[in-house]
């Protein structure tokens, strides 16, 4: 879980060092490589598994537009606005406000302890988005990639609530080709708009080296160590480990992004990793 969460953090490191590409074509790029290391895993399952696809192909849809192909789009195109270190700080906030539409969504109840560890939770994020950064803002002083990062927040949301529901029910490397494919052929007409035609064959070095990282390490390293890490230690402690996202981040962003990280950051992500430790961590047995 302490690698998931290193190859989480530079995830938006990368996605920071990139974001002179647009989003869109950032994000095709990664499920595009991702697509083709998931082929020879995925294949004989996927082929197996098709009528039970055709039978249930709305929901896989939804599971591949908001959990492969938008969210991480919706990331890049924040990290176009706000430093790195806000992103990790506002995408840690993910389990609380799983766990608030659980509540309001599915009528699963929280402890009192649960409640507090919301609070500050929110409150450490609102005062990550009020800090007031350079940049432009939207109305109210928001920055435009907090904001963005807010909706990336509750795309991951449904996401999660898909898979609670449905993920279970498909074969994981084949389900996981599948969503691909149908991810790149939701983001590719996007980022043909943004020209990607024109920008993907002028890439750098840098650039390709970064949109690798991107496809193989996140979309499939990741996940498979996730996977597993889930099956050893189980789910909630497994959620705890990513409380270590944005620390990981602020120090890439601080070493590799001359990034400058200052005390209200530190003190926000400290608030922000106590309260969802708090939200989700188990009851004790009395």
Known sequence: MLLVAAIFAGNILVGKALAGLPPFTISLGRVFIALLIMLPLGWHQARRGWPLFREHWRPLVGLALTGVAFFNALIYAALNFTSATNVAILESMIPVVTLLFSVALLGERFRVVQWLGVAL????????????????????????????????????????????????????????????????????????????????????????????????????????????????????????????????????????????????????????????????APQRAS
Request: charged share 5%; net charge neutral; no cysteine.
């Open 121 to 280: 939770s929110l409150a450490g994020a609102v005062t990550v988005i009020t800090a007031g950064q350079q940049g432009p803002a939207l109305a109210g002083g928001i920055n435009p990639g907090d904001a963005i990062m807010l909706l990336a927040v509750l795309v991951w949301v449904g996401y999660s609530l898909l898979v609670k529901t449905h993920m279970a029910r498909f074969p994981r490397y084949g389900g996981l080709l599948v969503m691909l494919v149908i991810a790149n052929l939701a983001l590719a007409p996007i980022a043909l708009f943004e020209g990607a035609a024109q920008q993907l064959p002028q890439l750098s070095g840098n650039q390709l080296l970064g949109l690798a990282y991107l496809g193989i390490f996140p979309s499939v390293v990741a996940l498979l160590l996730y996977n597993s890490a889930l099956a050893d230690i189980g789910p909630t402690r497994a959620a705890i480990y990513l409380n270590l996202l944005p620390v990981f981040t602020m120090l890439g962003a601080w070493l590799w992004l001359d990034e400058q990280i200052v005390a209200l950051q530190v003190l926000a992500s400290a608030v922000v990793i106590v309260g969802v430790w708090l939200t989700i």
